[in-house]
């Protein structure tokens, strides 16, 4: 999906969260090689140069793949500026975009054959690569051989640290994102990874609402996933009927509970962890 | 999500050219024996709260003059249904029902595109209603829902085929509605066949995004706390970072022997002032120890300590804080200066929390 050497664009690099993020990219080794703010060209971020379009930013920089900021009015637009211009992947951190425009976008971008990442998620890291597209704290991954797949932010540094401290490290690590709709799911993931030569083993971090899980645990075995699958579902003791922070993290009419959850990718085969500090004692068993 | 009352459902769905059933809406007993007079026969009196099921909850009552309409809309207005109470009743016309149907648009979350679900068999919750007697036609969300998408739809539902181009004009209405307020679901059920041959939406249901009513339809925005916040019934306040590690940190305390009181999530990059507002506000419960569970990415540990250490003066409730990630060693420093020794461990934050709720 993403190396070392990727071209990475990042979309509302002059922002707070941009400018910080952008920075801590290229301290852990990620290629950001241009920005865009609309009305800002010709400026400059950490030393990256900043451009009005993305158009622009690709014509200059031969900018690959690009990570979004931009705050969610505006959102929409950038990441389909980005589908655009050929970007691929788009990694969307920004929160609190409408539902309809991310079905939207998403819809644009499988018609031109585009992952979307997120939204509302912290990004991508692949430690083997030593690159990142989001804002995950990198100093808690390390190199390995675990592919990581999460609809919850920093539940996964919570889980990916207790792996570290194991020794157990990954190869890739995917926040999905909190939303109801968003571009990548567990199944994109697993298909992707089944394929990987540097996956040994995969862990699922799921939460409450939907039913990505479910589907993903159907997948496991009706392709008959060939690594082993270690998960971790967040919400046991969620009341129903109440939107648990994420938007899409709510029981609703009994569907999407853990209990849900657990059961089916238990009888996929899959271990399932009761605490976060688990999953490395699961994992364990396979490496 | 915002779920709209019946009446304002109604209103967006006849504003696209829905029949709707005569009627209006009242706030008082008075109000609502004018209209049943106005209407000049059999009326139904609706609690106007925005719950499903509310029939079987009491809500709906049949009135068959202004005198029993006044009855009813008394006994409605000021009570309780499934613990919302009852500010205004609606006051409609009876429609003779010769069949009920179900038509409904809403987000398909696995397809992530919007589905158009039609049964014959409508009137009753459709979680009840068996899959095969539902026809689904998913849209494509740039195009929209196109005209014989929704005839085939109704074919496929076996809606009689005179009726179907009637249909159709209701779907794409519900569509329009669907796409002009950004509604996660937009419901008539039931939609009623008169014995006149007319289509009528006797219920409605339309639910829309926060986000999006934020930013678009601020009429329909409703002030929200500033984090997400659901109260639970323990005696352990939970303050953290990101939904997910919320959710994880409310479990793992209930299955360490505690009782969480909150969810109340920061969210990411949380600033001094609202980890200081997300303090209070959990301190307004009643609990005896509150636990902030930071785990830094977005969020900055320093600014996180920065917003404990502003409110020490004003709250005298134990703080357990476990403070780890972005910029972890001078949130620690600033909150060792203030007398916090922080925890960097999850399981010993969390058990010594429900140590101190006792």
């Known amino acids: 999906m993403i190396d070392g050497d990727t071209r990475v664009l990042v979309q509302g690099i002059t922002g707070r969260h941009g400018s910080f993020h952008t920075k801590l990219m290229l301290e852990y080794g990620t290629n950001v090689v241009a920005g865009v703010t609309p009305g800002k060209g010709g400026q400059e971020v950490h030393g ?40 691929d992947p788009i990694v969307v951190i920004t929160e609190h975009i409408p539902a309809h425009d991310t079905m939207r976008f998403v819809e644009l971008a499988r018609w031109e054959g585009i992952r979307i990442i997120g939204p509302n998620t912290p990004g991508l890291i692949v430690p083997p690569e030593r690159t990142k597209l989001g804002i995950m704290p990198h100093h808690v991954f390390t190199e390995g051989e675990v592919a990581v797949a999460s609809r919850s932010g920093t539940l996964t540094y919570e889980i990916v640290q207790s792996m570290t401290e194991a020794g157990i490290g990954q190869s890739l690590c995917v926040g999905l994102g909190g939303d109801q709709i968003v571009g990548t799911t567990f199944i994109d993931f697993l298909e992707y990874v089944r394929e990987d030569r540097r996956t040994e083993a995969v862990v699922l971090i799921g939460e409450i609402g939907g039913n990505a899980e479910e589907l993903a645990a159907e997948y496991i075995v009706e392709t008959d996933f060939p690594k082993p699958v270690v998960a971790y579902i967040a919400g046991r003791h969620a009341p129903p009927g109440k939107r648990m922070g994420h938007a899409g993290a709510i029981i609703e009419r009994g569907a999407g509970t853990a209990e849900s959850k657990i059961r089916a990718l238990r009888r996929a085969g899959a271990d399932v962890a009761e605490k976060p500090w688990e999953v490395p004692e699961l994992l364990r068993e396979y490496l | 999500m915002i779920r709209l009352l019946e009446y304002q459902a109604k209103r967006l769905l006849r504003e696209q050219g829905v029949p709707i059933p005569e009627g209006d ?30 029939g079987k909850a009491g809500g709906v009552l049949f009135a068959d003059d202004p005198r029993e309409a006044r009855e009813a809309a008394e006994r409605l207005l000021g009570s309780k249904i499934r613990g919302e109470v009852v500010k205004q009743v609606l006051v409609e016309e009876r429609v003779d029902i010769e069949e009920e149907w179900y038509v409904s648009i809403t987000l398909d979350r696995a397809e992530r595109v919007p589905v158009l679900l039609v049964s014959r068999e409508g009137g009753v919750d459709i979680e009840e209603v068996p899959d095969e007697r539902i026809a689904r036609t998913h849209v494509d969300p740039v195009l929209g829902l196109r005209g014989f998408e929704a005839r085939r739809t109704a074919l496929e539902a076996e809606i009689p085929r005179r009726h179907a181009p009637a249909l159709e004009r209701v779907a794409l209405a519900l569509y329009r509605v669907f796409n002009e307020y950004d509604a996660h679901l937009v419901e008539v059920n039931p939609l009623v066949l008169t014995r006149d041959g007319e289509l009528v939406a006797v219920d409605a249901v339309v639910n ?45 305390v209930k299955d360490l022997g505690g009782e969480p009181a909150n969810f109340l999530d920061v969210g990411g990059g949380a600033d001094p002032t609202l980890i200081k507002r997300a303090i209070l506000r959990v301190a307004e419960l009643d609990v005896d120890v509150i636990l902030i569970n930071i785990f830094g990415g977005i969020t900055r540990c320093d600014e996180v300590a920065k917003g404990v250490v502003s409110v020490l003066e004003d709250v005298d409730i134990p703080l357990v804080v476990r403070l780890v990630g972005t910029n972890e060693e001078e949130g620690q420093r600033i909150l060792r200066e203030h007398g916090i020794e922080a925890f960097t461990d999850l399981e010993e934050a969390v058990k010594k929390a429900v140590e101190l709720a006792g």
């Not at chain 2, 706030?27 to 106007?48: F, S, Y």
């Not at chain 2, 009513?213 to 659901?230: G, I, N, Q, S």
């Open chain 2, 25 to 54: 809406l009242a706030r008082t007993p008075e109000e609502a024996a004018r209209i049943a007079e106005r209407i000049d026969g059999p009326v139904v009196v609706k609690a106007q709260v925005p719950v499903g099921a509310r």
């Open chain 2, 208 to 252: 829309l995004d926060e986000d999006a009513a934020y930013l678009r339809h601020p009429e329909f925005a409703e002030k929200t706390e500033d984090f997400p916040f659901v109260e639970l019934d323990g005696n352990i306040g939970i303050i953290a970072n990101g939904a997910g590690l919320t959710m994880a940190t409310i479990d793992l």
């Open chain 1, 48 to 87: 990256v140069p900043v451009y009005d379009t993305v158009e622009e930013a690709v014509e200059e920089t031969g900018a690959e793949a690009s990570v979004v900021f931009v705050p969610a009015p505006a959102a929409p637009d950038a990441v389909m500026e980005a589908i655009e211009a050929g970007l």
